[in-house]
């Protein structure tokens, strides 16, 4: 059986279906990633330092400079969905349950619909005021170079996981990974913890569990997942599901 057929026969076979999604699920949607040969690490210097905690609370006004250009953020509310994340949202129209765990920032799992999102990275669509607790949409923050609390005047803190920071939702989505029929790790490194963790945590705590990755290149996980398929997700999901509708 080749690895399209696979993945569809495990699909078909799953109720509970847990994805993990990185930075490569929301390339084709124009989106730069972090590790690749034209990504944000490639096109800008020390990016741990500069979206850090420490540098946000450190110089907050050069912090927003730089967290703006790095992440198009005049652009971002005009992204859409791709192919992608139309087709996790596809699996729930087809009465799978669906929990996506992703560390992507952009909100696009939530545009195309899907129902379950854990953004263990939190999202750039708000940032909030750390002094006040108020918090303000995608068009407030871009409405001036350094977005700051109407009510206060404090400067805004995106609501997104800087490094060194905490992330949240880590140990929900442990859980709902462990308790999936199939995971699906799409577009991502598995480089930065604690999340790469979780094909580990689910080996060890739900064998039965069928793991499956999708990347452009091999990771040092590979060895984690029981059918690995190195293309684009666009493609791949095109091809298992026109599988799944022809049966």
């Given at each position: 059986?080749?690895?399209?057929?696979?993945?569809?026969?495990?699909?078909?076979e799953?109720?509970?279906?847990?994805?993990?999604?990185?930075?490569?699920?929301?390339?084709?949607s124009?989106?730069?990633?972090?590790?690749?040969?034209?990504?944000?690490?490639?096109?800008?210097?020390?990016?741990?330092?500069?979206?850090?905690e420490h540098?946000?609370q450190?110089?907050p006004?050069?912090f927003?400079?730089?967290?703006?250009?790095?992440?198009?953020l005049k652009?971002?509310?005009?992204?859409?969905?791709?192919?992608?994340?139309?087709?996790?949202?596809?699996?729930?129209?087809?009465?799978?349950?669906?929990?996506?765990?992703?560390?992507?920032?952009?909100g696009?799992?939530?545009?195309?619909?899907?129902?379950?999102?854990?953004?263990?990275?939190?999202?750039?669509?708000?940032?909030?005021?750390?002094?006040?607790?108020?918090?303000?949409?995608?068009?407030?923050?871009?409405?001036?170079?350094?977005?700051?609390?109407?009510?206060?005047?404090?400067?805004?803190?995106?609501?997104?996981?800087?490094?060194?920071?905490?992330?949240?939702?880590?140990?929900?989505?442990?859980?709902r990974?462990?308790?999936?029929?199939?995971?699906?790790?799409?577009?991502?490194?598995?480089?930065?913890?604690?999340?790469?963790?979780?094909?580990?945590?689910?080996?060890?705590?739900?064998?039965?569990?069928r793991?499956?990755?999708i990347?452009?290149t091999?990771?040092?996980?590979?060895?984690?997942?029981?059918?690995?398929?190195?293309?684009?997700?666009?493609?791949?999901?095109?091809?298992?599901?026109?599988?799944?509708?022809?049966?």
């Amino acid at each position: 059986m080749n690895p399209i057929e696979q993945f569809g026969q495990w699909i078909r076979e799953a109720n509970t279906i847990a994805v993990l999604t990185g930075a490569g699920m929301s390339t084709e949607s124009g989106i730069p990633d972090f590790r690749s040969e034209n990504g944000i690490y490639a096109q800008e210097e020390r990016v741990e330092y500069y979206l850090s905690e420490h540098y946000y609370q450190k110089n907050p006004v050069d912090f927003w400079r730089r967290f703006k250009r790095m992440f198009s953020l005049k652009l971002m509310g005009d992204f859409a969905p791709n192919a992608g994340h139309r087709f996790l949202r596809w699996l729930e129209d087809i009465g799978k349950t669906v929990v996506i765990l992703t560390q992507n920032i952009d909100g696009l799992h939530t545009k195309a619909g899907n129902t379950n999102v854990i953004e263990l990275h939190g999202t750039l669509q708000t940032a909030t005021c750390p002094s006040c607790g108020k918090t303000y949409d995608l068009a407030f923050v871009n409405r001036t170079d350094v977005p700051c609390c109407g009510e206060c005047g404090t400067i805004l803190k995106p609501d997104v996981v800087l490094f060194g920071g905490l992330v949240p939702h880590i140990e929900e989505a442990f859980a709902r990974a462990a308790e999936s029929d199939l995971l699906l790790a799409m577009g991502t490194s598995l480089e930065v913890a604690p999340v790469n963790q979780i094909p580990f945590y689910v080996a060890a705590e739900s064998p039965a569990t069928r793991k499956v990755l999708i990347n452009k290149t091999a990771t040092r996980m590979d060895g984690m997942f029981d059918l690995i398929i190195y293309g684009g997700i666009g493609e791949t999901v095109a091809a298992v599901r026109e599988r799944l509708e022809q049966k």
